[in-house]
Each structure stands twice: as structure tokens, then as C-alpha cells.
């Protein structure tokens, strides 16, 4: 049901008459109340499930799983999950979600209309007055847009692979994607008849970034929205905990995320916040060889092909039912949490705990980008590697794409190479990659992309970690910063994904340095415009890059 015609707020004792009229007296265990109306100050209703179980007739910590996702009646079983735990499972879509779509905005309304429902549900007969919070992506979102204003009666919060609006979706260090187009038409819109083949359209056409709805012939509001804000400002950070409110969020919190999530880089952003901005934040960090679903629900035991290490095959998703049985219930902590950072070392079979992300390494790994090798030595003669970008040549894309973790060989697809001498000794690399580049290019932008691989001792490929960022938005991601056509610039490399791995004696280290011109992410022809507008028109001249060899990148490592 995408359409209820009900739009008054329903009072509470109204409510109670319509729980007794949708419970359904076939199912033996459960009592599931379905398409209730929770209101709120908006005057705009929340739909919801509410899923008991029968046996279970006194007061319980209820467990409230915020979705923007409308599947149909099996949705209820993301409130059986919290019920069989001996729950109250609530399930509560955004507003306009199995409502009126006019009154859905993704990200805006989240942290008023939660504290809502946070406020009915714990007022409820079936509820002890106590709440928690659980679930991933934008669920995990939502859980930090209510944190903003925290209810007394929310106890905790688990947000699983967070998303956060602006700085991972719809764009990564301000590099938008296509998730931009498609998500809106998917969830809000409804539009089933886009185009598999519109990307590819799109990339031969040559036609501006902002024009993709009007090529698949459905206009897309949010999409247009969205690209107004190129940068990470205010609208993007309203909709997050300020450092004023991150310092009052004092619930207890356990984040979750993968190595391989697309949302990593924002999850731990988060923690990051909260722990500069509040020295006493009880935040628990869970990360491992995880991607967005398995790092907040089962593991997958053969990851992209990479066959993860037991101690690493557990479920994200009984772990946050642990954690919130040790907050609401006053249960043993998970035996996993034994500090507030928790990472699996890929390739060792353990996983590593300490206090802080500052306790994750205890040396740097300085290399060089020098004559296509990385090299621990500052260059002491100057020198650069020169890289060719024709934006007008659709045969070729510069793409970065790796389908398995492990690969026999590498395509490069028009990247440059540069790579380390084989390890004497064994090390692990433990957390995110920095790095400055130095450039001097003929154009005012371009987007940057980075790979990064451990080359194996057979000669195998290890696919690491990606960096993707705007070269004019790399020293301040709220505000745009244009490169001078001739001069040599500083590109500052940050926000890249946190990693765990053994590195074999005998293995190399490869990065590969890049340019995006392919169909899935827009494409910076460098005039200096805004990007969204530019056409193939824009291109001119080839793009020319000198990649100094002063530029780096810093890899934490550990070393015995």
C-alpha cells in the first residue's frame, strides 16, 4: 500500500481501537499491527508495524527500525526479528512513505519526526519506556538525525553502514555518482521504466550531468535539488549532529561497518565526530571484511571472491541485538567489544582491539610517487610522470572497476602505475590512506582516483581500497577552490576507506592514479564551470597532467 487517504493525526485512544481491528487472529505467535498512524507535530502521520509477541503481555523495551523502504507485508519481519528477541518491534517508514509521496524529502525531516515517534512509542502500554535504535544505510542515518535532539527515552542507537548525506550520497568528496539519478527515481518517484543503458547514453551523448533525467524523459526534482549543492554546506550538514550536539550524545553507541562498504567512509566519520567533540562519547567501532549488506547483517564467506577468514564470519545483525540486549537488558557486553575500536586483520585470522583509531598503527609508510615506483626516498632530483585525458575519446573510458577482491591481472584503464620493491618483512597495514599530490595541469579541475593493491607473492592482485575526490574541493570540501591552468597545486588526498591486512614478505604495494571519463560517475571536463553543467563541448584540449614526484601517500601500518 503506497497511498493512505487518512491524513488527520489519529488520537491515542482512537489508535486503540484500530490496533484491535488489524491485529490478525490467524497468526498463533505474533500480534502484528499493521498501517498504524503515529502522529506528529508536523500534523503529518508515520506509518508503522507494530509486531509482539502474544506471550509476551507486560511491558517490553520496544526496538524502532526507521525505513525509507516500502516492500509490503514482509516488512513485518524486520519487527519479528526485535519480538523474538522479547521486543516490541516497531517499524516506521518516512513520512509520505506508504503515504502521500508528495510529503517524502529524503534526509530533511528525519531528526523531528523520529523524536515523535520515539515520544508515542514510549508512551504506550506495551512499552517500559525504554527505546532503542538499529539498522543500516539510510536507517543508519536516521539514527544520527535523531540524535541531533535525543529523546530521554532513547537508551541507544546501532547504526549499521551509515550513510551521510553529501559525503558519501549522492556524491564521495564531492564526486557525484549515479546513485544521485537513480535512488530518487527507485524510492520516491516510482519510475520503473528508466533505461539500463541510460549511463551509456549519456557518456556517448556528451551531454551535461544535470540533463540525465531529461535524457531518460522523467523529470527528477531531488536529482535537480541535489546538484545545487555540489558542495558539503549547510544544507548537507543540517541534516547531521552539529559539533555542539555530537558533544551531548552521551547513549551509548555501537557503529558497524566493512571495509568494502560503500558507506564506510561515513560511518567512521561519524565516529570520528563524536569522539573529537565528546571526550567521554561510549561509542563502540565493529569493522571488517564486510560490504554493505553483510556489515549490517550475516557475513559472506566468499567476499568478491576473497574467502574471508573465520573469525571474521559472524553476523552484524545478531551483534546489535547482543548490544542492545547489554543496554536495555542489562546482559553480558558481546564478547567481540573489548575495547572501543574492534577490526578483523584480514590474511591473520584475529581480530585487534584498542581504545582509540590513534592506538590502530605504530609507524607511517611514507611512499613516493616517483618514475612509476613508490619509494620510501624523497626524490632528490625533481621530476614528474606526464598522464593524457582526451574527454572528447568515448572508445576509452578511465575507469576504475574491480569486480573480485583477488585478480589474476589488472587493467589499468588508462591509469598510471606506480609501485613499491617487494617487502623484506611482514607488516599490516591498519587504517585509512593519506597523501598529497602534487600536479600541474592545463585545465582549472579534474577528479581524482586512486587505487590501491597489494601485489601478491604468486602475482596475484589484492584489491585494497579506493579514493575518489575533486581536486578543487580536496582542501575544504565546503568550498570550491579552482586550480590555476600552469601551476604546480597541492591536492590533498583524505576521506579514504579504513583497511586491515597482512602484507606478505615478498608482496609489492601498487597504486594506481587516475582520471574518472566513464558513465557511472560525472565527469569533470576541468573549464572551471560548474561540472554539472559542463558538456563534451567543454572538453577542449586533451587534459595534460605532470604528476610530480614530490607527491605521496602515508600508509598506517603495524609493524611487530
Partial sequence: MRHLFLIFLLTLTSLTTVFAQQTNPADTIYRIQDSILIPTKSGIPISAIIVRKKANVQPLPAVLFYTTYYQGAGDAILGKRSADKDYVGIVAYARGIRGDLKNYVPYEHEGTDIYDIIDWISKQSWCDGKVGMLGGSYTGFSQWATAKNIHPALKTIVPQVAIMPGFDVPMENNVQSNIALNWPYQNIYKSQGISKNLPFEWFEKGSSYKSLDSLAGI??????????????????????????????????????????????????????????????????????????????????PNLMGYEIDNVANISMGDLAYEWLDYILKNKPKPDLLKDKVNFQLM???????????????????????????????????????????????????????????????????????????????????????????????????????????????????????RYVGRASYAKDNAKRQLLEPGKKESIPVNNTRFISKQISKGSQLLILVNINKHPFEIINYGSGKEVVDETIKDAGEPLQIKWHNDSFIKIPIWKN
Avoid at 219 to 224: G, V
Avoid at 433 to 462: H, Q, R
Fill in 347 to 465: 590474511g591473520k585470522n584475529e581480530w585487534k582491539h584498542v581504545p582509540s583509531l590513534n592506538k590502530i598503527n605504530n609507524d607511517t609508510l611514507k611512499l613516493y610517487l616517483n618514475t612509476k615506483t613508490l619509494t620510501a626516498k624523497k626524490p632528490k632530483q625533481k621530476g614528474f610522470e606526464i598522464q593524457t585525458v582526451d574527454f572528447k575519446d568515448r572508445e576509452n573510458q578511465n575507469n576504475y572497476y574491480t569486480p573480485k577482491i583477488i585478480i589474476d591481472t589488472l587493467d589499468v584503464s588508462g591509469a598510471l602505475v606506480f609501485k613499491t620493491d617487494p617487502f623484506e618483512k611482514e607488516f599490516s597495514i591498519n587504517g585509512s590512506f593519506l597523501g598529497n599530490l602534487y600536479a600541474t595541469i592545463n585545465k582549472k579541475d579534474m577528479d581524482v582516483s586512486l587505487a590501491l593493491y597489494e601485489i601478491l607473492p604468486n602475482g596475484k592482485y589484492f584489491y585494497l581500497t
Fill in 219 to 300: 523529470p527528477n526534482p531531488m536529482f535537480q535539488k541535489w546538484l545545487q549543492h555540489p558542495a558539503y554546506d549547510a544544507y548537507w550538514k543540517s541534516v547531521v549532529p552539529t559539533p555542539q550536539e555530537y558533544a551531548k550524545i552521551n547513549i551509548p553507541v555501537l557503529s558497524t561497518t566493512g571495509y568494502y562498504d560503500g558507506a564506510q567512509i561515513s560511518s567512521l566519520q561519524y565516529f570520528k565526530w563524536h569522539n573529537q567533540y565528546n571526550k567521554n562519547a561510549n561509542h563502540y567501532l565493529v569493522i571488517g571484511p564486510y560490504d554493505h549488506w553483510s556489515g549490517q547483517r550475516k557475513a559472506t
